[in-house]
Nanobody
Framework: QVQVVESGGGLVQPGGSLRLSCAAS????????MGWYRQAPGNQRELVAT???????STADSVKDRFTISRDNAKNTVYLQMNSLKPEDTAAYYC???????????????WGQGTQVTVSS
């Protein structure tokens, strides 16, 4: 009943930029936290950044000077602006949404399918 769809990944050169988008849709009552995770081959999935409904953000130390997370509550969409990309940023990026469905009182987690970001010259 809740769908999460990411877009914006691709191949970029070191130093380049990408803007990832993630839109949640369906019978949604409200969304609390939205975030981005990433997973490179051989690594565990790691938290990149989160943003609350009120706009409070948290960003991993490894990317906080280069990445910015934001959201548009009216569109149920979260963004990840990635600047000064490095080869070590190469990973599959996943969107995570914590939301209440219409007619429920509990919060559930929803994941996108992932979008590949490759940084290479």
């Amino acid at each position: 009943q809740v769908q999460v769809v990411e877009s914006g990944g691709g191949l970029v050169q070191p130093g380049g930029s990408l803007r990832l988008s993630c839109a949640a849709s369906g019978r949604i009552f409200s969304i609390s936290v939205m975030g981005w995770y990433r997973q490179a081959p051989g690594n565990q999935r790691e938290l990149v950044a989160t943003v609350t409904k009120d706009g409070v953000t948290s960003t991993a130390d490894s990317v906080k000077d280069r990445f910015t997370i934001s959201r548009d509550n009216a569109k149920n969409t979260v963004y990840l602006q990635m600047n000064s990309l490095k080869p070590e940023d190469t990973a599959a990026y996943y969107c995570n949404v914590q939301a209440r469905r219409l007619g429920t009182i509990h919060v559930e987690e929803y994941w996108g399918q992932g979008t590949q970001v490759t940084v290479s010259s």
